[in-house]
Every structure is written in structure tokens, then in C-alpha cells.
């Protein structure tokens, strides 16, 4: 039995009374004495100074690291060079992913104090694989245990965000239903003391601001409703949704740089619905796309197709527009493109995938698929929609 | 004037008592029923068989598009408007699939104007066809953009009375709209019917074959065959 250094020992009694049941917590407690010195007998044993940077992210390297002692701060990119950032505390494991993927980091890593850690390559894993394949094999479920946590934890998440959709619906119905039916109720008492009485000019022009006013205020409040939630994707489904949002763009706060042509064309649909959560986002992705069209890629014109075949629902948004750039397709997150990797999530969630690409000459062109039951009858109808929107 | 009896059926307080109130400030209208759901209104139109039946597009239980498809099933001569806050033609189609005589899509941005309402009522009543103004300009812009349509043919008077006759207005009506004389509403309209290829059915059937060739375009519009 080869012996460990002592600090290494030391840390190794101190995790024993720790916890697995963490975020990233290694189970060291599955491992008798015997087999943590196997284990650590092949582990690079490392001092890091405080603030010193283990891994940088995307970079390509897949070093395994145990935390003995002291706390690694991890740097998460989120948006536009901001960070989402936590801590890790011994007994803990950092960098599994690019370990078992051998994917680029998609983090950083830094000592956030003076740390003790143990690090295993690759070559030293495969080496504990042939020389203890029962020890590797438990390391192995150890960070699949760890992963699968996290999945866990991300499938809530998705749980969240559909109850968060469920609840803006709500509040869009109730907007609409409740206060926006009670302004047009009051411009119509409005118009009926107009109507009614002997007013003088003075007094029939004041009426006329007021119900002006109040319409307005629906106008607006009937733009904001949308935006939480279209009525037309709970009253006749995604083609109305999308045509209502096409023909209300002018009336949106994007600005338009340019004259911009739009078309939508759907195919199979008639009067047939897909899955709520299916439509709802599909009808945030291709929303989302063209406002991404419009304000980063400044396009003139962008197509929007949805065909619904036997099987499979797939869409296109292709525009004319700057393009997405030579950016990591494979790992949108990593090039900090988080508006396209929210959109990839809604599809696959549904079972589906999304693909980007540069369209020819020039622009971006959007592909999506989302798997769905076969149908007996398949509509041959077809909607096809234009609209240009004129430089505002 | 005969008395016109009529129910409605809104799911809002607010907008059942301006209903009440402006339609009781005619006394050839009768409130014969009022109610706040979609299967209430189904009831009240079985039971009472009023003249108009006017329904909120948006109501708990049925739709007023699904109580006027139960209405209509059990009583075709039933006037019905349906008040809606959505300028979806999807609706309009399905109102206006059993044929479009007595039948009216208002959108609730023109209810402001009692005078436009009392109209459309009385239009209903008497077996017209009314669509929102703003809706029949959407329309025909739509129809325009394609050019199979006819309509582009159209000069700018000539598609403003067609609009407005197929927003069931009478020729006064559209003379004082257009300012000009009754006789050149009656030239121009005939001038339009021939360029979209309405069939010359007489002075009373004019206004009911606009509104059908209408319908046929903008169904046409909405839902084009696949060429192949």
C-alpha cells in the first residue's frame, strides 16, 4: 500500500463526516481507506494560491478535481460578460463535464482561498480502470450520480418555466377579460352620454379626449396583453398567433432600421392544433427570432415557414440580415449566445431540435423540428401571408 | 316600427349594463334576456327566440362563436352579432359559414360610436350582413396585396363603396359617407360589381351578393389550395 501524503490524509478523515448530498458532493464515504489511498495514489496533489485560476473557460483541457481543502469560486458565463458565480467547499468535484465529454470548459475556476486539491488526467483515470475497473466503476457512477442531479434539478427548472408561462397566461386572460372589458364597458357609457343629452361643443369635445384617451389606453394595454400572452394562441392557435404578431410589428417597440418585408407560410394546419406547450414555443421562437432579425441582424426581409407533416412539425425563419458569425453552432451557450440557446431549450424540451446556420449571400437561417403524433387526415391547405412594414 | 327583440350575453358587469342602458335609449328595441355565459345565452335564445342575439366573442363555457353556431342549428332566421376584440378572420369565417344573411362581426374598438351599434342591430334584424368597418378595410387591403383578386382592379371610389357595402351600409347611408349623390353610389357600384364579375341579380339582391362574393374572396385569401 503506497502511503499519502499527510495533508492529503488528513483532508481525506476530515470529508468523511461530510455529506455527499450537495451540489457536487463526491460520496467519499463509499470508499474504505484502502481504496481512497488507491484512489489518491494516482491523483496530482496540488497547493493553489488564492485567486489563482485552475481552469479558464473554454479551455481544452479535462483534468478531474477533488476540493481537500478551501473553496474554488466557479465563474458561469451568463449575458454580456456577466457571470453567474458560486463557491465549492471540500468533498466536492469540479469539471466532470469536460472529463467525460471532453468538451471544451464552460467555466472558469478560481481559488477563492488558499486551496488543497487532487486532480486526476485522463491517462491516470484509464490506468485505475484496467489496474481496479471496480474502483473506476465506482467513480464513474459517483459523477454520473452528480450529473444526474444536476438534470434533475434542470427538469424542475423546465417545470418552473411552464408554470411560469401557465401564469402569464392567466394574467394576460385576466387583463383582457376583466380590466380591458371594463374600459370598452365605460367608452360605451361614454358614447351613450354623447349621444343622449343636449351638450354644447365644449362639452362634446371633452367626452371625445376622454373616450380617446381611454381608448388608447386599451390600444396600449391590448399591445402589453400580447406580449405576455396572444390571445390568438389560446383562441385559434399558432398560424393566427403568428399572423396577429406579423401584422401588429408596427405597433411593437422594436425599431425598424430599415423597411422590412415579412411572409409567413404554413402548411398542414387547417383547423388542427398542436400540443399547448409545443405551440406556445414555437410561437416564442419564431417571435424571438425575428426580433433578433430586426434589431441585431438589421434584415429587410425575413421568411417564416411552419409545416406541419405527418409526424413532425418543422419551421423555418430565414432573413437577409448580418448573420449569427462564424459562432460555436454545436454549443450556442458557450459564444455567449443565450437568446439562441433558450430558444434551442424551448424545442428540445419538446423533444425537438434547432439548428442555426448563415443563410446565402448573406443572414441567418433557423431550422427546427418538433416530433409529433401522426394524424389520419393531413390538410392540404395552405396560409400564405405578407406584409411590409415601411421605415418608421 | 316593429319592435325589435333582442338578448345579449357578456361575461363582463361593466359591459352588460352599457348594453342595457344604450339599447333601452331606443324604444323599437326590446331586452328580452340578459346573459353572462355562452351556455346562458344558448338557453335565453331557445327559450325566448329574440330577434338579435348579440354575443361576446370571449365568454366562459361556450364562445359566442359556439352558442351562434347552436343558435343558428336550431334557428337560422335568428339575427346575431358577435362583438369581438380580435380582427381574426378565422372568427368571421366561422360566423359566416352557414351563410352570411343576418349576421354581424363588430370589433368592441367600434362600440364607442352607440349610433354604429344601433345600426348594426337594426341591419341584423332585418336579415343584413354588417362587418366592422376596420375589419372590411383589413380585408381588402389583404385581397389587394394578392393579385389574383379582382379587387386591385378597383378604383379608389369604387373600393370604398364596395367596403362600405359590404359593411352593410344602404346607399344613403354611403352617399353621405362618400359625399356624393345617391344616383353616382348606384353607377359606382354597379361599375364595381361588373369589374369583380358579380352577376347583375337586381337592386335588391346587390348588396347580399357583395357581401357573398366578399366572403368567397377572403375565404380564397386566407386558405389558397396548394398548387401542387
Given at each position: 500500500?503506497?502511503?499519502?501524503?499527510?495533508?492529503?490524509?488528513?483532508?481525506?478523515?476530515?470529508?468523511?463526516?461530510?455529506?455527499?448530498?450537495?451540489?457536487?458532493?463526491?460520496?467519499?464515504?463509499?470508499?474504505?481507506?484502502?481504496?481512497?489511498?488507491?484512489?489518491?495514489?494516482?491523483?496530482?496533489?496540488?497547493?493553489?494560491?488564492?485567486?489563482?485560476?485552475?481552469?479558464?473557460?473554454?479551455?481544452?483541457?479535462?483534468?478531474?478535481?477533488?476540493?481537500?481543502q478551501?473553496?474554488?469560486?466557479?465563474?458561469?458565463?451568463?449575458?454580456?460578460?456577466?457571470?453567474?458565480?458560486?463557491?465549492?467547499?471540500?468533498?466536492?468535484?469540479?469539471?466532470?463535464?469536460?472529463?467525460?465529454?471532453?468538451?471544451?470548459?464552460?467555466?472558469?475556476?478560481?481559488?477563492?482561498?488558499?486551496?488543497?486539491?487532487?486532480?486526476?488526467?485522463?491517462?491516470?483515470?484509464?490506468?485505475?480502470?484496467?489496474?481496479?475497473?471496480?474502483?473506476?466503476?465506482?467513480?464513474?457512477?459517483?459523477?454520473?450520480?452528480?450529473?444526474?442531479?444536476?438534470?434533475?434539478?434542470?427538469?424542475?427548472?423546465?417545470?418552473?418555466?411552464?408554470?411560469?408561462?401557465?401564469?402569464?397566461?392567466?394574467?394576460?386572460?385576466?387583463?383582457?377579460?376583466?380590466?380591458?372589458?371594463?374600459?370598452?364597458?365605460?367608452?360605451?357609457?361614454?358614447?351613450?352620454?354623447?349621444?343622449?343629452?343636449?351638450?354644447?361643443?365644449?362639452?362634446?369635445?371633452?367626452?371625445?379626449?376622454?373616450?380617446?384617451?381611454?381608448?388608447?389606453?386599451?390600444?396600449?394595454?391590448?399591445?402589453?396583453?400580447?406580449?405576455?400572452?396572444?390571445?390568438?394562441?389560446?383562441?385559434?392557435?399558432?398560424?393566427?398567433a403568428?399572423?396577429s404578431?406579423?401584422?401588429?410589428?408596427?405597433?411593437?417597440?422594436?425599431?425598424?432600421?430599415?423597411?422590412?418585408?415579412?411572409?409567413?407560410?404554413?402548411?398542414?394546419?387547417?383547423?388542427?392544433?398542436?400540443?399547448?406547450?409545443?405551440e406556445?414555443?414555437?410561437?416564442?421562437?419564431?417571435?424571438?427570432?425575428?426580433?433578433?432579425?430586426?434589431?441585431?441582424?438589421?434584415?429587410?426581409?425575413?421568411?417564416?415557414?411552419?409545416?406541419?407533416?405527418n409526424?413532425?412539425?418543422?419551421?423555418?425563419?430565414?432573413?437577409?440580415?448580418?448573420?449569427?458569425?462564424?459562432?460555436n453552432?454545436?454549443?450556442?451557450?458557450?459564444?455567449?449566445?443565450?437568446?439562441?440557446a433558450?430558444?434551442?431549450?424551448?424545442?428540445?424540451?419538446?423533444?425537438?431540435?434547432?439548428?442555426?446556420?448563415?443563410s446565402?449571400?448573406?443572414?441567418?437561417?433557423?431550422?427546427?423540428?418538433?416530433?409529433?403524433?401522426?394524424?389520419?387526415?393531413?390538410?392540404?391547405?395552405t396560409?400564405?401571408?405578407?406584409?411590409?412594414?415601411?421605415?418608421? | 316600427?316593429?319592435?325589435?327583440?333582442?338578448?345579449?350575453?357578456?361575461?363582463?358587469?361593466?359591459?352588460?349594463?352599457?348594453?342595457?342602458?344604450?339599447?333601452?335609449?331606443?324604444?323599437?328595441?326590446?331586452?328580452?334576456?340578459?346573459?353572462?355565459?355562452?351556455?346562458?345565452?344558448?338557453?335565453?335564445?331557445?327559450?325566448?327566440?329574440?330577434?338579435?342575439?348579440?354575443?361576446?366573442?370571449?365568454?366562459?363555457?361556450?364562445?359566442?362563436?359556439?352558442?351562434?353556431?347552436?343558435?343558428?342549428t336550431?334557428?337560422?332566421?335568428?339575427?346575431?352579432?358577435?362583438?369581438?376584440?380580435?380582427?381574426?378572420?378565422?372568427?368571421?369565417?366561422?360566423?359566416?359559414?352557414?351563410?352570411?344573411?343576418?349576421?354581424?362581426?363588430?370589433l368592441?374598438?367600434?362600440?364607442?360610436?352607440?349610433?354604429?351599434?344601433?345600426?348594426?342591430?337594426?341591419?341584423?334584424?332585418?336579415?343584413?350582413?354588417?362587418?366592422?368597418?376596420?375589419?372590411?378595410?383589413?380585408?381588402?387591403?389583404?385581397?389587394?396585396?394578392?393579385?389574383?383578386?379582382?379587387?386591385?382592379?378597383?378604383?379608389?371610389?369604387?373600393r370604398?363603396?364596395?367596403?362600405?357595402?359590404?359593411?352593410?351600409?344602404?346607399?344613403?347611408?354611403i352617399?353621405?359617407?362618400?359625399?356624393?349623390?345617391?344616383?353616382?353610389?348606384?353607377?359606382?357600384?354597379?361599375?364595381?360589381?361588373?369589374?369583380?364579375?358579380?352577376?347583375?341579380?337586381?337592386?335588391?339582391?346587390?348588396?347580399s351578393?357583395?357581401?357573398?362574393?366578399?366572403?368567397?374572396?377572403?375565404?380564397?385569401?386566407l386558405?389558397?389550395?396548394?398548387?401542387?
Amino acid at each position: 500500500m503506497e502511503s499519502l501524503p499527510s495533508a492529503v490524509t488528513q483532508a481525506l478523515e476530515s470529508l468523511n463526516s461530510i455529506s455527499a448530498d450537495r451540489p457536487q458532493g463526491f460520496g467519499f464515504t463509499e470508499f474504505s481507506a484502502d481504496e481512497l489511498a488507491i484512489i489518491f495514489s494516482i491523483a496530482q496533489i496540488q497547493q493553489f494560491a488564492e485567486s489563482e485560476i485552475l481552469v479558464s473557460n473554454q479551455e481544452t483541457t479535462s483534468d478531474l478535481y477533488f476540493i481537500l481543502q478551501g473553496q474554488l469560486k466557479i465563474e458561469i458565463p451568463v449575458l454580456n460578460g456577466e457571470t453567474k458565480d458560486f463557491l465549492l467547499t471540500p468533498g466536492t468535484v469540479v469539471g466532470e463535464q469536460s472529463f467525460l465529454d471532453n468538451e471544451p470548459r464552460s467555466a472558469t475556476v478560481i481559488a477563492e482561498t488558499s486551496c488543497l486539491i487532487a486532480s486526476f488526467n485522463e491517462s491516470s483515470f484509464r490506468d485505475l480502470t484496467r489496474t481496479h475497473p471496480d474502483i473506476a466503476l465506482r467513480i464513474i457512477r459517483q459523477l454520473s450520480r452528480i450529473l444526474s442531479q444536476r438534470l434533475r434539478r434542470l427538469d424542475l427548472f423546465d417545470a418552473a418555466e411552464l408554470a411560469r408561462e401557465a401564469e402569464r397566461k392567466r394574467l394576460a386572460e385576466e387583463l383582457h377579460d376583466e380590466t380591458m372589458a371594463n374600459l370598452t364597458g365605460i367608452t360605451m357609457e361614454l358614447g351613450l352620454l354623447k349621444f343622449n343629452q343636449g351638450l354644447d361643443s365644449d362639452a362634446l369635445g371633452d367626452i371625445d379626449s376622454v373616450t380617446n384617451k381611454i381608448k388608447e389606453t386599451n390600444l396600449r394595454l391590448r399591445q402589453i396583453v400580447r406580449g405576455i400572452y396572444p390571445a390568438e394562441l389560446v383562441n385559434s392557435g399558432l398560424i393566427s398567433a403568428l399572423t396577429s404578431y406579423l401584422e401588429n410589428l408596427t405597433s411593437q417597440s422594436i425599431i425598424n432600421p430599415t423597411e422590412l418585408k415579412v411572409s409567413l407560410l404554413a402548411e398542414g394546419f387547417g383547423d388542427d392544433r398542436l400540443p399547448t406547450n409545443a405551440e406556445t414555443d414555437i410561437y416564442r421562437v419564431v417571435q424571438q427570432a425575428i426580433a433578433n432579425a430586426i434589431q441585431h441582424a438589421e434584415a429587410s426581409a425575413i421568411k417564416v415557414q411552419v409545416k406541419w407533416s405527418n409526424g413532425e412539425c418543422r419551421f423555418t425563419i430565414e432573413d437577409d440580415g448580418r448573420g449569427i458569425g462564424d459562432i460555436n453552432r454545436e454549443n450556442v451557450v458557450k459564444s455567449g449566445h443565450f437568446g439562441l440557446a433558450n430558444m434551442r431549450d424551448r424545442i428540445e424540451r419538446n423533444g425537438g431540435s434547432l439548428e442555426f446556420g448563415n443563410s446565402i449571400p448573406s443572414g441567418t437561417t433557423l431550422t427546427g423540428t418538433i416530433p409529433t403524433a401522426n394524424r389520419t387526415d393531413m390538410p392540404t391547405i395552405t396560409s400564405d401571408y405578407e406584409i411590409t412594414i415601411a421605415n418608421i | 316600427m316593429a319592435t325589435t327583440r333582442i338578448i345579449f350575453a357578456d361575461d363582463s358587469q361593466f359591459i352588460r349594463e352599457a348594453y342595457k342602458r344604450i339599447l333601452e335609449t331606443q324604444s323599437h328595441f326590446e331586452i328580452v334576456g340578459i346573459a353572462e355565459d355562452g351556455e346562458e345565452a344558448v338557453r335565453l335564445a331557445t327559450e325566448l327566440s329574440p330577434d338579435v342575439a348579440i354575443l361576446d366573442i370571449r365568454m366562459p363555457k361556450l364562445t359566442g362563436i359556439e352558442a351562434a353556431e347552436q343558435i343558428s342549428t336550431a334557428n337560422a332566421e335568428m339575427g346575431i352579432i358577435i362583438i369581438s376584440a380580435y380582427d381574426d378572420l378565422n372568427y368571421v369565417r366561422e360566423l359566416l359559414k352557414n351563410g352570411p344573411r343576418g349576421k354581424g362581426y363588430i370589433l368592441k374598438t367600434s362600440l364607442d360610436d352607440i349610433g354604429e351599434l344601433i345600426r348594426v342591430v337594426e341591419a341584423v334584424a332585418n336579415g343584413g350582413t354588417v362587418l366592422d368597418p376596420e375589419l372590411v378595410q383589413k380585408l381588402v387591403r389583404l385581397m389587394v396585396s394578392k393579385e389574383t383578386s379582382g379587387i386591385s382592379d378597383l378604383n379608389a371610389t369604387e373600393r370604398e363603396v364596395y367596403e362600405l357595402l359590404v359593411g352593410g351600409y344602404e346607399d344613403a347611408e354611403i352617399a353621405r359617407t362618400l359625399r356624393i349623390t345617391q344616383e353616382d353610389v348606384k353607377e359606382v357600384t354597379s361599375s364595381a360589381t361588373s369589374k369583380l364579375g358579380i352577376p347583375d341579380a337586381g337592386e335588391l339582391d346587390k348588396r347580399s351578393q357583395a357581401v357573398e362574393h366578399f366572403i368567397n374572396r377572403f375565404t380564397q385569401v386566407l386558405y389558397e389550395s396548394e398548387p401542387d
